[in-house]
T-cell receptor, first 114, second 112 residues
Framework: DAKTTQPPSMDCAEGRAANLPCNHS???????VYWYRQIHSQGPQYIIH???NNETNEMASLIITEDRKSSTLILPHATLRDTAVYYC???????????????FGGGTRLMVKP | EAQVTQNPRYLITVTGKKLTVTCSQN?????MSWYRQDPGLGLRQIYY???????DKGDVPEGYKVSRKEKRNFPLILESPSPNQTSLYFC???????????FGPGTRLTVT
């Protein structure tokens, strides 16, 4: 699996956009970028994933650079409930990742402040 | 409501006393998996199952057993728990061909 690098912590003001970066310079052509988050000791929650195009869903947007070596997760209007550890993971997609499904590293601890 | 459930949520036990942590999903997912989470080590996969009667080892399978007799259930068995198995455990499931995994709420296990 491609290794990812994330800042250990970030702060964001409530109501502002939170931009969480992730470097994955060794990503291969068929590997996806996944984002999950974990609110204190709860089960990780899927946020979004993408291969090379930018993606948006009801939770967030994912911006992947053209060379795919880095990406940014954007929470457009952060709330206090978005305070969590955010994990960027690079893995094969669909049925190709049936085995060793996910490995979570250190992640970024996002603190949303009033 | 689509969900993954785990029981018990909290368990304190003694070394050597066999225990089972249950996991159940109501989404008809083919893939299920067990992870443990420890400070500084992130989330590590213990065992996974691609479908009924198909299981395989993850990164840290030593000391654990699993079974997949039904599609919805994937219990984690500790035949002889030891203190180094004190951890936070998560069960997860995924639909074949989909990318997102759904995690249970976690089971905090303490072995004394």
């Amino acid at each position: 699996d491609a290794k990812t690098t994330q800042p250990p912590s970030m702060d964001c003001a409530e109501g502002r956009a939170a931009n969480l970066p992730c470097n994955h310079s060794t990503i291969s052509g068929n590997e996806y970028v996944y984002w999950y988050r974990q609110i204190h000791s709860q089960g990780p929650q899927y946020i979004i994933h993408g291969l090379k195009n930018n993606e948006t869903n009801e939770m967030a947007s994912l911006i992947i650079t053209e060379d795919r070596k880095s990406s940014t997760l954007i929470l457009p209007h952060a709330t206090l409930r978005d305070t969590a550890v955010y994990y960027c993971i690079v893995r094969l997609g669909g049925t190709n990742n049936a085995g060793n499904m996910l490995t979570f590293g250190g992640g970024t601890r996002l603190m949303v402040k009033p | 409501e689509a969900q993954v459930t785990q029981n018990p949520r909290y368990l304190i036990t003694v070394t050597g006393k066999k225990l089972t942590v249950t996991c159940s999903q109501n989404m008809n997912h083919e893939y299920m998996s067990w992870y443990r989470q420890d400070p500084g080590l992130g989330l590590r996969q213990i065992y996974y199952s691609m479908n009924v009667e198909v299981t395989d080892k993850g990164d840290v399978p030593e000391g654990y057993k699993v079974s997949r007799k039904e599609k919805r259930n994937f219990p984690l068995i500790l035949e002889s728990p030891s203190p180094n198995q004190t951890s936070l455990y998560f069960c997860a499931s995924k639909s074949e061909g989909r990318n997102e995994q759904y995690f249970g709420p976690g089971t905090r296990l303490t072995v004394t």
